[in-house]
């Protein structure tokens, strides 16, 4: 029965990916002719500048984790800020591997290694992400929705997301009752760290500067790649963390690959000729891909 699930699975996720790389793909021939009135760019300052921002980004988020880390366990066991920060990054390439487990399973197996709980990796991971979604989601969705192409029925998606970001700051400890008894109903370990109010707007003020340093990475990539009016700087840099955010949660493949280039030529649609937004979806993937080898 598992393997048949798993067969059905990988057929799932196979036809995703060639549903959404079909439609990035007719959108680019659909609009072959545009290419010879877009003026591309090719600055190498900037790109270099891009991904060195690109790494910044990268390692706050990394830091965020540590830091969480750090807190929750709270000198019961040795703790070393850089060999956590250094897991988090390995543990990240895990993404790309078919499979939700790879990035959880990777921060359990290098962390064990240098002595931290499984538990409380778990715990931490499921944490940040939680701080990293709604930090994206307070910068990208009030721009996007400024839009007037946008349905304004689109606004009631920020109110989970804002609605969230109050409770968890105004009531932490009272979310993680609510979050602990939906995972014991699920059978999986209570969370365990005591989260503050200073502790939470500590970690959400690094999530929102860590997603401002992302946009301006992209922006810098986006300007060195092809011409970009000004007024569409923060629509095309809200857009990529939109793709990013809806990649992460997409359930069934691996690093939403697929689902971030669909989401991110639409998007991106917006502000430029159609083969160009599909080109700049193909491109993103790979500086962001390229950053994180780096890192």
């Known amino acids: 029965m598992q393997r048949e699930v798993s067969v059905w699975r990988r057929v799932l996720q196979a036809g995703i990916v060639a549903v959404a790389f079909f439609y990035v793909g007719r959108t680019f021939y659909a609009g072959l002719g545009e290419l010879e009135r877009t003026r591309f760019a090719f600055h190498l300052p900037l790109l270099l500048l891009s991904m060195a921002l690109l790494l910044v980004y990268l390692l706050c988020q990394g830091g965020i984790w540590a830091l969480l880390l750090g807190r929750s366990l709270s000198g019961k066991h040795p703790f070393r800020f850089g060999e956590a ?42 944490l940040a992400d939680l701080f990293s979604i709604l930090a994206a989601s307070a910068i990208a969705l009030p721009l996007l929705l400024r ?11 920020l109110l989970p997301f ?20 939906l995972l014991v109903w699920l059978k999986r370990p209570p969370l365990t760290i005591v989260l503050r109010r200073r502790d939470f707007l500590l970690v ?36 990529h963390i939109v793709a990013l955010v ?50």
């Open 85 to 126: 920060l250094r897991v988090f990054l390995i543990s990240q390439l895990g993404k790309y591997i078919p499979g939700r487990v790879w990035v959880l399973a990777g921060r359990i197996y290098f962390g064990g290694r240098v002595g931290i709980p499984r538990r409380r990796i778990v715990a931490v991971s499921v």
């Open 147 to 157: 839009r007037t192409e946008l349905p304004q029925g689109a606004f009631w998606a």
């Open 162 to 181: 804002a609605g969230g970001g109050v409770l968890l700051g105004l009531f932490p400890e009272r979310v993680k009752g609510i979050a602990n008894r």
């Open 204 to 239: 959400f003020a690094a999530s929102l500067l860590s997603w401002g340093i992302f946009a301006f990475g992209y922006v810098l990539f986006a300007i060195a790649v092809v011409e970009t009016a000004p007024e569409d700087f923060l629509w095309v840099s809200a857009s």
């Open 246 to 295: 809806l990649g992460f949660l997409s359930l069934v493949t691996p690093g939403g690959i697929g689902v971030r280039e669909g989401i991110l030529t639409y998007l991106l649609g917006f502000c430029y000729p159609a083969p160009i937004a599909a080109m700049m979806a193909v491109l993103s993937r790979l500086w962001l891909t390229i950053g994180e080898l780096l890192s």
